[in-house]
């Protein structure tokens, strides 16, 4: 026992740890400076055309590096299947920012945390993923945490907040897309189908409810292609660091920072049930990250271990 916390003490005290959590927290930061940028672009033009520009300047900064990684691994078996998970992906992306437009961030944010629960329901479903007793109550405990954030029946839920926890299935469903895909696709693909996918999927409304940008939209067009494309491949290299266990719990302070933000720029200061319901449902997560975490590394010391007897060559008599 003592050994097993002393070597868990030394991990998190590691270079790689401090770095990979440096990471993960600049990308909680980029991802509230998002939001932040939503929100201000919302008051002078419509959601398709957020999107459009998100993705135009991720595309713009995305493709010297498609270049270099090379063009070779961008061959695709199923570029039907990228459509469709662009689809979704457009679909969960749109619901976010429209319903940012209204919903105080800091709750949004805090609803939003439900992603992961949903993701585990769905690979229960679709993937066919066991998951035990644990695991189910922490998931009821989380969605518990979203209704007392929602409050039903206390305080009027309205559509933005629907759309909230719609894009949060979206975005689940898209993490099951990409588990089936990376079976035959490379991870180079798929970001760079999804990010193709989605900007010619919203050109058309985009120009239909087109408005001009003015020069105060300029500096928020910016910030959200640059810290939309880069939170998410930040915190996936985080992700590839360390264990999920560790990197986890920062996704936590993306409530507190989006909530500073909000506050200092539109005056919003979040309720004491956000913060509460929040917690709850982040504990849950981080919970079911944590557990999931351990039960890999026990498959993969095990798997290890008799690998290592299977080399072993029988001793002589």
Not at 49 to 55: A, D, G, K, Q, Y
Not at 215 to 238: H, K, N, Q
């Amino acid at each position: 026992m003592k050994s097993e916390r002393a070597k868990s003490l030394s991990t998190l005290k590691s270079p790689t740890v401090l770095k990979a959590v440096t990471i993960a927290v600049l990308s909680m930061v980029l991802f509230s400076t998002t939001h932040v940028s939503v929100r201000f672009l919302s008051d002078t033009m419509s959601t398709f055309e957020i999107v459009f520009w998100r993705m135009l300047l991720s595309m713009a900064m995305l493709m010297p590096w498609f270049a270099w990684k090379g063009i070779h691994l961008l061959r695709t078996q199923r570029p039907g299947l990228h459509a469709i998970r662009a689809v979704v992906n457009f679909g969960g992306m749109f619901l976010w920012f429209y319903a940012i437009s209204f919903v105080p961030l800091g709750k949004a944010v805090a609803i939003h945390f439900t992603l992961p629960l949903f993701l585990l329901v769905l690979a229960a479903i679709f993937l066919r993923e066991r998951v035990g007793i644990r695991r189910i109550t922490a998931t009821l405990v989380g969605f518990g945490g979203a209704l007392v954030i929602l409050q039903p029946g206390s305080a009027e839920i309205g559509w933005p907040e629907l759309m909230i926890l719609g894009s949060a299935v979206l975005y689940a469903t898209t993490v099951i897309f990409l588990k089936h895909m990376l079976r035959t696709e490379t991870p180079l693909a798929v970001t760079f189908y999804t990010n193709a996918f989605i900007f010619l999927f919203c050109i058309p409304p985009a120009i239909w409810f087109w408005v001009g940008p003015n020069v105060d939209d300029i500096v928020p067009i910016l910030v959200i292609g640059v810290t939309g494309t880069f939170a998410p491949l930040m915190y996936a290299s985080a992700l590839r660091m360390v264990d999920a266990s560790i990197i986890a719990p920062t996704d936590f302070l993306r409530l507190p920072i989006t909530a500073g933000f909000a506050f200092a720029l539109f005056g919003e200061i979040p309720t004491l049930w956000v913060w509460v319901g929040g917690g709850v449902i982040f504990t849950s997560t981080w919970y079911i990250t944590a557990r999931e975490s351990r039960l890999d590394r026990n498959r993969r010391a095990a798997a290890a271990a008799a690998n290592a007897r299977a080399a072993d060559p029988a001793p002589n008599e």
